[in-house]
C-alpha cells in the first residue's frame, strides 16, 4: 500500500501569511495527488485535483505542486476562513490512501 | 444541483452490524463510481471502499476487508454500506463521496454530510 506523509502536522499562521504543506508518497505516484480541506462539523472539500489542477470555484490563493513523490499545497495569502485541516490522497493505486492531515490554526 | 444525503446516525453493540446509505440526486447516478471515507473522532480521514459505476467492481482497504461491503441500487439512486463485526475502533463519522474522472486521475467531488455511527455497549 501506498503511505502519505504529510508535514508539518499542524501550523499556526496569521491571516496574509503564505503557507506550504507537503506531502510525500512512499512511492513514484506521478501526478496522481488530490488535496482537501476539511472543516470540523462539515463534509471535506476538494481543492486541487491532479497535483496542480485547481477545482472549480476554489479560490485561486491555493495552488499545488510536486510530481513523482513529493508534492505541495500552497495558501499564497491566508484567509480567516482558510483554518482547516488540509489531506492529500493519492488516487495512483488502491488503497486510495489519504496523509494523517495537517492542521492550519491561528 | 448535485445532492448526496446520508441515512441517520445509529448506535450499535459491538459485534453487531449496520447498514448505511446514501441517496444521491441531481447527476446521473450510473455514470460515476463512489466511495466511503470515515473519519475516526481525533484521527484523519480513512479511504474504506469504492464501487464501480456498474457495481462490477469493488474494493475496500484492509482494515475493513471482509467486514464490509459497498453495493449500489441505481433504480433508487443510492450507495450502501453493509458493516458487520462493528468494534469500537470503527466508531465515527462516515461519507459518502462521488468519484470524479477515471483512469486513476480520479478525486472526490461531492460528498454526503456524513453517518455517525458509535460503537458503543
Known amino acids: 500500500d501506498i503511505q502519505m506523509t504529510q508535514s508539518p502536522t499542524s501550523l499556526a499562521a496569521s491571516v496574509g501569511d503564505r503557507v506550504t504543506i507537503t506531502c510525500r508518497a512512499s512511492q513514484y505516484i506521478d501526478t496522481y495527488i488530490n488535496w482537501y480541506q476539511h472543516k470540523p462539523g462539515k463534509a471535506p472539500k476538494v481543492l486541487i485535483y491532479g497535483a496542480s489542477s485547481l477545482q472549480s470555484g476554489v479560490p485561486r490563493r491555493f495552488s499545488g505542486g510536486g510530481s513523482g513523490t513529493d508534492f505541495t499545497l500552497t495558501i499564497a495569502s491566508l484567509q480567516p476562513e482558510d483554518f482547516a485541516t488540509y489531506y492529500c490522497?493519492?488516487?495512483?493505486?488502491?488503497?486510495?490512501?489519504f496523509g494523517q492531515g495537517t492542521r492550519v490554526e491561528i | 444541483e448535485v445532492n448526496l444525503t446520508q441515512s441517520g446516525g445509529r448506535v450499535v453493540r459491538p459485534g453487531g452490524s449496520l447498514r448505511i446509505s446514501c441517496e444521491v440526486s441531481?447527476?446521473?447516478?450510473?455514470?460515476?463510481?463512489m466511495t466511503w471515507v470515515r473519519q475516526v473522532p481525533g484521527k484523519g480521514l480513512e479511504w474504506l471502499s469504492g464501487?464501480?459505476?456498474?457495481?462490477?467492481?469493488?474494493s475496500y482497504a484492509d482494515s475493513v476487508k471482509g467486514r464490509f461491503t459497498i453495493s449500489r441500487d441505481d433504480a433508487k439512486n443510492s450507495l450502501y454500506l453493509e458493516m458487520t463485526n462493528l468494534g469500537v475502533e470503527d466508531t465515527g463519522v462516515y461519507y459518502c463521496a462521488r468519484v470524479q474522472g477515471a483512469g486513476g486521475r480520479e478525486f472526490f467531488d461531492y460528498w454526503g454530510q456524513g453517518t455517525l455511527v458509535t460503537v458503543s455497549s
Open positions: 441531481g447527476f446521473i447516478f450510473v455514470d460515476y463510481d
Open positions: 490522497q493519492q488516487s495512483y493505486r488502491t488503497p486510495r490512501s
Open positions: 464501487i464501480n459505476w456498474s457495481g462490477a467492481r469493488t
